[in-house]
Every structure is written in C-alpha cells, then in structure tokens.
C-alpha cells in the first residue's frame, strides 16, 4: 500500500495573492494529517513564491508525520535543511521562469554537485530523494549520487492519460522503477497525479510513497480538503 504525501504549496499560493495569513498552510497540514496523509510535502522555492521559511519551521514543529522539503540543490537550501532536518529532501531542478516543476532533475550532468550536499544531508540524518524522469540512465546516475529514494517524474504519464501514449509513458515508468529496485532504491513518484489517473501508478514496482498536492487543494475547493484527501488516501489504499 503506498503511502500518500500530501503537498501544501497551493494553499500558500492562495494566501500570498492576498498578502495576508489565511489560508493557512500549517493549518492545512494539520488537516490533511487529520484525514489520512502519511506525510506532508513542502517546496520551499529560490523566490518564495509560495512556502515561506517560515513556514518550514512551523511545520517541523507541529505536524506529527513526516515532513519532506522540495528544494534546489544550492547551498542556501542545503543550508537551511541542515538547519531544519526535516524527515526528508527531494532536490528537484528549479527555473525562476517556470509556473511549475517542468522536468526531472539532470543527476547525470549534475553529478558531482549532488554527491557532496547528498553527503551532507545523510550524515546529518536526513533522507535524500532525488525527483527524476523516467529514465534508466538518470536512475544509474541516482544509485552513483548516493541518494537511496528516487521520486519519479509522473507528469509525462498525466498529461497523456486517456490516450494511445498512456501505455507507452506507464512504460517507461514501470521500466524506471524496477531498474532503482533492482539497484536498491525506493521509489516514490508525483507530478501531475489525481483521482482519475492515480490507480495504474500505483502498480509501479517497490513503490513506497506518491506525493500529491494540485489536484488535492483543486477538489477541496468544491469537497473541503479533509474529503478531498480522504478521496485519495482510500483510492491509493
């Protein structure tokens, strides 16, 4: 049975559009915990642009599950997580431009950079997940990082649901996380994921954990966040 990470960015999306302090994502957190999430996901970005540091402290403080900071491979953010220790890192590509994460992160070109601050967290006890596509040569270059957890990339899977290319990207994906069991990785997956598209991911080999957070916050606008995490904790179950 996977476990369910739910991200809370887009509830710190909406309170920054107003300047102000509600909606809370702390409270969010707490709610999602409430209603099945295993653990709580938050990207703490270059430009701030959703979570604040803030925030990061907060959540350390007051979640009772598993907190997992997405952030840049820059030492500001090795900085702050060696500070912070949270559960768990996912260190995952960044462009200032985007509206979203757009791709897997580049290990093999990036290499060496990833096995220095992968060190750094692991010695201080912190787990390190690396956010790839579904590529067997970014999971090689994942195992010679260091890094024991890969989260694959599931946007190219999403975008395609419901049509001839859904076979083909399901695929790669399943390719990708039977390469890392083999070379004894956990795998996480996220990106793009929701009640409609969710249920073939969930037969992908060793998975251990899906991280979800847009289509969460999008039904609870219609359903309330405690149903709509409810809806995705008993799918994945």
């Known amino acids: 049975m996977a476990l369910l990470g739910v991200n809370i960015d887009h509830v710190a999306t909406l309170r920054n559009a107003r300047g102000g302090v509600v909606p809370d994502p702390i409270q969010a957190a707490l709610v999602a915990e409430a209603n099945g999430a295993d653990g709580i996901t938050a990207h703490l970005r270059e430009d701030r642009r959703h979570i604040k540091d803030a925030?990061?402290?907060?959540?350390?403080?007051?979640?009772?599950?598993?907190?997992?900071?997405?952030?840049?491979?820059?030492?500001?953010?090795?900085?702050?997580?060696?500070?912070?220790?949270?559960y768990m890192v996912t260190l995952v590509p960044e462009r200032r431009q985007e509206l979203t994460t757009e791709g897997g992160l580049d290990v093999i070109s990036h290499l060496e950079a990833l096995q220095e601050n992968t060190k750094k967290l692991q010695n201080a006890g912190i787990?390190?997940?690396?956010?790839?596509?579904?590529?067997?040569?970014?999971?090689?270059?994942?195992?010679?990082?260091?890094?024991?957890?890969?989260?694959?990339?599931?946007?190219?899977?999403?975008?395609?649901?419901?049509?001839?290319?859904?076979?083909?990207?399901?695929?790669?994906?399943?390719?990708?996380?039977?390469?890392?069991?083999?070379?004894?990785?956990?795998v996480n997956a996220g990106h793009g994921l929701n009640c409609e598209n969710v249920s073939p991911v969930l037969a992908l080999p060793g998975l251990i954990e899906l991280n979800i957070g847009h289509s969460i916050i999008s039904d609870a606008v219609f359903s309330g966040l405690g149903p709509a995490v409810r809806r995705m904790k008993d799918l994945i179950s």
């Open 127 to 186: 787990k390190v997940s690396l956010f790839i596509d579904a590529d067997l040569a970014q999971v090689e270059a994942s195992k010679a990082s260091g890094a024991t957890i890969i989260e694959l990339h599931t946007g190219p899977y999403c975008e395609v649901f419901g049509t001839q290319k859904q076979a083909e990207k399901l695929d790669l994906l399943m390719k990708a996380a039977a390469h890392a069991v083999k070379l004894g990785i956990e």
């Open 55 to 86: 925030d990061m402290t907060a959540l350390k403080q007051k979640i009772a599950t598993r907190l997992n900071m997405e952030m840049a491979n820059t030492d500001e953010m090795v900085s702050i997580a060696l500070a912070l220790k949270p």
